[in-house]
């Protein structure tokens, strides 16, 4: 019977049934993997922990410039220069306008006075027929200096309107004589000396 043998006989001889080697090599196996995944789990862990510090030191940095920002940075200054800014710009797109409607205006001024060049270049330096009559009768110094030019005298007026220079020509001698008018001189004097000139 079984019992009838010795235990260790029989525990011996089930152990030598078993047979336990690919038990023990897949063990084996399994305990190698184990160990290989704790090692790559563990390089994961510090990389993932190396990320993790770079990025703390990343959020610290940006927080503590955040922070700055905001304290260098307060809203009503900046709602105040939005709206000196919205002015400055306003002004500016006025003034713009202004200019150009100013310019528009000096545009047709400017055509208006080419006109009236045009016209004027037309007419001469003495004015068309009807004005030179019209001045002509009117004028009495205007007779004058007409009865001086066809003598070769030419009276030249200052700013003011005051004849105070005049030129006499000789053409017979080919002789031109230029002489200021002093109000304190006698007109004899001058009318002897453009006499002798001529």
Request: net charge negative.
């Given at each position: 019977?079984?019992?009838?043998e010795?235990?260790?006989?029989?525990?011996?001889?089930?152990?030598?049934?078993?047979?336990?080697?690919?038990?023990?090599?897949?063990?084996?196996?399994?305990?190698?993997?184990?160990?290989?995944?704790?090692?790559?789990?563990?390089?994961?862990?510090?990389e993932?922990?190396?990320?993790?510090?770079?990025?703390?030191?990343?959020?610290?940095?940006?927080?503590?410039q955040?922070?700055?920002?905001?304290?260098?940075?307060?809203?009503?200054?900046?709602?105040?220069?939005?709206?000196?800014?919205d002015?400055?710009?306003?002004?500016?797109?006025?003034?713009?306008?202004?200019?150009?409607?100013?310019?528009?205006?000096?545009?047709?001024?400017?055509?208006?006075?080419?006109?009236?060049?045009?016209?004027?270049?037309?007419?001469?330096?003495?004015?068309?027929?009807?004005?030179?009559?019209?001045?002509?009768?009117?004028?009495?110094?205007?007779?004058?200096?007409?009865?001086?030019?066809?003598?070769?005298?030419?009276?030249?007026?200052?700013?003011?309107?005051?004849?105070?220079?005049?030129?006499?020509?000789?053409?017979?001698?080919?002789?031109?004589?230029?002489?200021?008018?002093?109000?304190?001189?006698?007109?004899?004097?001058?009318?002897n000396?453009?006499?002798?000139?001529?």
């Amino acid at each position: 019977m079984l019992l009838d043998e010795d235990p260790a006989t029989l525990i011996h001889h089930t152990i030598g049934n078993f047979n336990i080697h690919p038990d023990k090599s897949a063990i084996s196996r399994i305990h190698e993997s184990l160990s290989t995944l704790q090692q790559a789990r563990g390089l994961r862990v510090r990389e993932a922990e190396d990320v993790l510090k770079k990025l703390s030191r990343n959020l610290t940095t940006l927080s503590t410039q955040h922070a700055e920002t905001i304290i260098s940075h307060s809203t009503a200054s900046h709602a105040s220069q939005i709206v000196e800014l919205d002015t400055q710009k306003f002004r500016v797109a006025k003034a713009a306008s202004d200019l150009e409607i100013e310019g528009e205006r000096l545009d047709q001024e400017l055509e208006g006075l080419k006109a009236r060049l045009v016209e004027l270049e037309l007419q001469g330096v003495e004015g068309d027929e009807n004005e030179r009559a019209k001045r002509e009768s009117e004028d009495p110094t205007v007779l004058k200096l007409k009865i001086y030019r066809s003598l070769g005298i030419d009276v030249e007026a200052d700013r003011a309107g005051n004849y105070n220079k005049a030129v006499v020509r000789n053409i017979q001698k080919g002789d031109v004589h230029v002489f200021n008018i002093d109000p304190k001189l006698s007109r004899y004097f001058y009318a002897n000396y453009i006499w002798q000139a001529l």
